[in-house]
């Protein structure tokens, strides 16, 4: 993609960059006397629009809105569970990113380096040393190597000029292992300071586990490149989940908020309610996650009898296969192909399918999808969602055609923005053969 020089840059409402004059935002005083949490960058960013809602109030607005959207759609007998909150709402981020630029300090007369996040709508980069939701260890990272730049001549990436080095930073921390993966994404192949500035890194945090490489020579947006080499540790690190190994890469799909992920697969697989004899099929399944966890079981439960993931992305394909191999799950299966392809094929062939897990992207599923789902008829389907408006245009289709919502539960995966992950299980009425 070209790029426009920083002066003429428009923002998504097709006004230039330059700094506008904002309405006076409440002190910080004002703010923490109602509850709220208070960040000097709020607004500028754009990351969290409701830091400044106290998170009792979050969570009802969550609610609320989460019945509003599916009054139509729910029965007197659907249960409707109280959003699932987190105890402590802030530091949730296990993956951090971070660009690096270079600036002229006019006060210092010197060049120095920023590393933050991008300014709402732009791509200019706000200075940020704290973030209320990114991981604390992370965030000391990311400035530490901000700081050790100058010593080993690394220069930040100019994206006007596609000159410099280093582009950005991601931090990925296991919630529960611990472990520490940075991946240093840099526009030229040859890094000839990697030994000595790795190991000054880890000298300084040695909870890294493992150094990456991530080779990004296009002058694009996107963040990571193709090319990869493992500078320090094994290029991976492992994460438990709901009593499972997961071995996440530096482009590897992993929710970021693992302590609600948790939360959101237990109570998914709760509401599938197995006995150990179904078949399931976990649909959109990533890298397996949803169907691992349901083949083992959640809260002392049995887990399903098979399970047979699909997913379009033959990468989160591969690495649902090792998932599945790591953690000795034999009864598991994963297919990469269209999802709502995959169900056709399914349904004409009359394969049986007891429970139906199906988590899509934010577009929500297709027609050719849910009209097969109706046909194979399994007697539940748990439907996850991190967007409700497609979700509740999907359940009007399934409420049509042959089941009932049972029960509703939301999901607090990303507190104070305004996203919530909703859970909906459908049982089969009527002429139901089982
Ligand atoms: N269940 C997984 C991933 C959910 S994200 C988890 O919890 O980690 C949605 C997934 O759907 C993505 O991995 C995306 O690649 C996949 N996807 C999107 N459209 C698809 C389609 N038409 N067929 C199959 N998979 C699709």
Same mark, same amino acid.
């Given at each position: 993609m070209k790029k426009h020089s920083q002066k003429n840059r428009k923002n998504s409402s097709g006004r230039s960059n330059r700094r506008v004059r904002r309405p006076q935002a409440p002190s910080r005083e004002a703010i923490l006397a109602k509850g709220g949490l208070y960040c000097p960058i709020d607004g500028r960013c754009?990351?969290?629009? #409701? #830091?400044?809602?106290p998170y009792n109030q979050q969570l009802r607005s969550k609610q609320a809105e989460m019945e509003a959207l599916f009054a139509d759609l729910l029965d007197g007998d659907t249960c409707i569970r109280p959003i699932v909150g987190m105890? @402590?709402?802030?530091?949730?981020?296990n993956k951090v990113v971070s660009p690096y630029v270079g600036v002229y300090d006019k006060k210092a007369r010197r060049r120095r380096v920023l590393c933050g996040m991008y300014e709402r709508g732009t791509h200019r980069v706000i200075d940020s040393?704290?973030? #209320? &939701?990114?991981n604390q260890e992370a965030k000391r990272i990311i400035l530490a190597i901000r700081d050790l730049m100058p010593k080993f001549g690394i220069a930040p990436y100019d994206e006007d000029a596609d *000159?410099? +080095?280093?582009?950005h930073v991601q931090v990925r921390v %296991?919630?529960?292992?611990?472990e520490v993966m940075v991946t240093l994404v840099t526009r030229? =192949? $040859?890094?000839?300071a990697s030994k000595a500035f790795v190991r000054a890194l880890i000298k300084m945090?040695?909870?890294? *586990?493992t150094v990456v490489q991530n080779v990004n020579t296009r002058? $694009?947006?996107? &963040? !990571?490149? =193709?090319k990869e080499r493992t500078?320090?540790?094994?290029g991976f690190i492992l994460d438990s989940l709901c009593g499972l190994s997961f071995r996440i890469s530096s482009k590897s799909f992993y929710q970021v908020n693992v302590e609600q992920t948790e939360a959101l697969y237990t109570r998914a697989v709760e509401m599938a309610? #197995? $006995?150990?004899?179904e078949t399931v099929m976990d649909a959109y399944? %990533?890298? %397996?996650t949803i169907g691992l966890v349901a083949a083992r079981g959640v809260s002392g439960g049995p887990g399903a009898a098979r399970v047979i993931g699909v997913e379009e992305r033959p990468d989160a394909v591969a690495d649902a296969r090792n998932n599945a191999r790591h953690n000795g799950v034999a009864a598991a299966e994963f297919v990469a192909d269209d999802a709502g392809a995959f169900m056709r094929t399914l349904a004409a062939r009359g394969e049986e399918l007891d429970v139906l897990l199906m988590d899509p992207p934010r577009s929500g599923s297709t027609p050719d999808f849910l009209k097969a789902a109706c046909t194979l008829a399994p007697h539940r389907i748990v439907y996850i969602s991190c967007n409700p408006k497609t979700q509740a245009r999907d359940a009007e289709y399934l409420v049509a055609h042959g089941y009932r919502i049972d029960e509703m539960q939301p999901v @607090? !995966? +990303?507190?104070? *923005?305004p996203h919530t992950e909703n859970i909906l299980s459908f049982e089969r009425v009527g002429n139901s053969s089982r």
């Open positions: 754009g990351g969290c629009m #409701l #830091l400044s809602v105890k @402590d709402p802030r530091h949730y981020r040393r704290e973030c #209320l &939701i990114e *000159t410099g +080095f280093l582009r %296991g919630h529960a292992s611990g030229e =192949d $040859t890094f000839p945090y040695p909870s890294i *586990t002058q $694009t947006n996107v &963040i !990571m490149g =193709d500078l320090y540790g094994p309610r #197995l $006995t150990g004899a399944c %990533g890298t %397996g @607090d !995966m +990303f507190p104070h *923005t």
